[in-house]
């Protein structure tokens, strides 16, 4: 009844609420309501009975098991409400496979806490990422990701929740496995105000998305993610997919391509992700390349060097590293680059572990051995002490299979003699050739990794060793002041680099100049979105 009467909310004619729930009309029965009902529960007005019959035609029912749900599709007027307001959201659909056999089998205080204990599993998985349970209808769950509260990077955190959604629900403990099957959606909704209170709250959002979502997931094998391809354009490259085809699903219009997700990729970073099929020239920033090189040829010499890469979100820090790259492609050099994670700020060491994994080629399918072999043979450039090993071994969570002698230390001691092993690692890399290193991101950095690069810091100063270190404003680097450690903020292009930008971006085509304008007191990032 609260569905109900926050639907009339939204219509404009909550009058009639108390009507609807004195008549026991829920959304089951919606769809069979004629005008004479209406008229007989005391709806006079001609006027609001159209448009309640013109809302009803407009309402998109998910077909599920039991509770029937509906899920509430954008009305054909617009909504009266203040606080409506437009949004990207990513919609999470997420099914317990099977639960209508296990309803069979089952004795129902058993069936009660299995499906307690999924809906708390669904619950924690999506609220480490930020995701807010909307709705539970019986053994599926409504997730939004960017509503209530938004990020940049919703969709991956969707997927990211998704698959770990996936293992967690398989490992509950009960008597038969357990699966799920999952869908996600990204599309414009609008979304409403926070109705209820304590546990009953919910935040509606309207629109095809969620229903999207409900029908991916009814195409996903038990285990899967399926995404749809607006979900799929936010991804980049960050998670390796299968094409699933395009897709007739019940109460779309259009076929929909799909797509499984399966696991995150080995991408280097979240910048050469977003931009696998190359990059648009290089506009402006000469003056930043240049500083760039110079020290790249101090650092070369054995003064190490320090530049501190900082600017808002979009303005262009990758993009400048990535200048570097090029310049540097046929220059002998080593590159060690590190990618902090926003969903990995509390994970120590974590932009550590994935520059190993990557530079030893760990594929997700090796097995533990062949991975050990792997990582052996990465150290082996830097002549890794086997003490040492062992403890890069136990940062990768490889299991010391009697290659490495046992290390037996007390947690405080073993720590300190990682960062020990990781730093003279990168002191006998630089004695080969000299080193870049680049620390993206380092506004989402774990603290560990804060002290490890703070350790590298200092030892850097007789190194061959450039490294950069890019961040947004709302970090504070500790570093600077010191003599071999410069900072550089990017601002925003002049009005004459932002047209070409544009000019660069959208072709030939006409962009009026309210747009041009607006585009070139905005972030990069903006300016480039238009691409997408
Ligand atoms: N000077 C430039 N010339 C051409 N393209 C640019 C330039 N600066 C930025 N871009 C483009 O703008 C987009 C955003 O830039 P980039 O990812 O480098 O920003 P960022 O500062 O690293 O942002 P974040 O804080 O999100 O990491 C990218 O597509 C990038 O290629
Ligand atoms: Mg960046």
Same mark, same amino acid.
């Given at each position: 009844m609260q569905q109900i009467a926050e639907w009339l909310e939204m219509l404009g004619l909550s009058e009639y609420a108390q009507r609807f729930a004195e008549n026991d009309? #829920?959304? %089951?029965i919606l769809g069979d309501l004629t005008d004479q009902d209406l008229e007989k529960i005391g709806i006079a007005s001609l006027g609001h009975r159209r448009k309640l019959l013109r809302a009803i035609a407009n309402l998109e029912t998910v077909?599920? *098991? %039991?509770p029937a749900v509906a899920v509430i599709a954008a009305p054909a007027s617009p909504l009266p409400h203040d606080s409506a307001d437009r949004r990207q959201v990513t919609v999470m659909f997420s099914d317990l496979v099977g639960s209508t056999a296990l309803a069979a089998r089952m004795d129902p205080e058993d069936l009660r806490e299995i499906m307690s204990a999924y809906q708390k599993c669904v619950a924690e998985t999506v609220q480490r990422y #930020? *995701?807010?349970?909307?709705?539970?209808m019986g053994d599926g769950v409504l997730v939004h990701f960017g509503y209530p509260s938004a990020h940049e990077d919703d969709a991956e955190r969707a997927v990211r929740a998704g698959l770990e959604l996936v293992i967690a629900v398989a490992a509950l403990k009960s008597r038969a496995p357990l699966q799920t099957r999952i869908g996600i959606a990204t599309g414009l909704v609008v979304v409403g105000e926070l109705i209820g209170s304590g546990d009953a709250q919910e935040r509606t959002i309207v629109g095809k998305t969620p229903n999207l979502a409900a029908r991916l997931q009814g195409i996903a094998k038990p285990n899967m993610v399926v995404i749809c391809d607006s979900t799929r354009r936010l991804l980049g490259n960050l998670f390796e997919l299968e094409d699933l085809g395009s897709r007739d699903l019940k109460g779309i219009t259009e076929p929909t391509r799909a797509w499984a997700a399966l696991r995150a990729s080995s991408a280097e970073g979240r910048f050469e992700a977003m931009h696998a099929i190359g990059l648009t020239a290089l506009i402006g920033r000469q003056e930043e390349s240049e500083l760039l090189l110079r020290r790249w040829s101090k650092a070369k010499t054995g003064e190490g060097q320090v530049v501190l890469l900082s600017g808002e979100a979009g303005i262009g820090k990758s993009r400048l590293t990535a200048v570097l790259l090029e310049r540097l492609a046929t220059e002998p050099h080593t590159r060690l680059r590190y990618f902090c994670s926003p969903q990995h700020a #509390?994970? $120590?060491f974590y932009p550590i572990i994935g520059q190993l994994e990557r530079a030893a080629g760990l594929a997700h399918d090796d097995s533990p051995q062949a991975r050990l072999d792997k990582l052996d043979a990465l150290l082996a450039q830097s002549s890794t002490s086997p003490q040492d090993a062992a403890l890069l071994a136990e940062l990768l969570s490889l299991p010391n299979d009697g290659r490495y002698p046992a290390i037996d230390l007390a947690p405080q001691q073993r720590r300190q003699r990682t960062l020990d092993a990781l730093i003279l690692r990168l002191q006998s890399l630089t004695r080969q050739n000299p080193v870049l290193m680049i620390f993206e991101d $380092?506004?989402? %950095?774990d603290p560990t990794s804060l002290e490890v690069f703070g350790q590298a810091m200092n030892r850097i100063v007789t190194l061959r060793v450039l490294l950069i270190v890019t961040f947004r404003p709302e970090f504070d680097p500790p570093w600077i002041g010191r003599p071999h450690v410069t900072a550089l903020t990017l601002n925003r292009l002049a009005e004459r680099e932002a047209d070409a930008m544009i000019d660069c971006v959208v072709g030939n085509k006409f962009v009026p100049a309210s747009i041009r304008q607006a585009s070139s007191s905005a972030p990069t990032a903006f300016r480039c979105s238009w691409r997408r």
């Open positions: 009309i #829920d959304f %089951t077909e599920k *098991g %039991t #930020d *995701g807010f349970v909307a709705r539970y #509390d994970s $120590a $380092a506004h989402w %950095t």
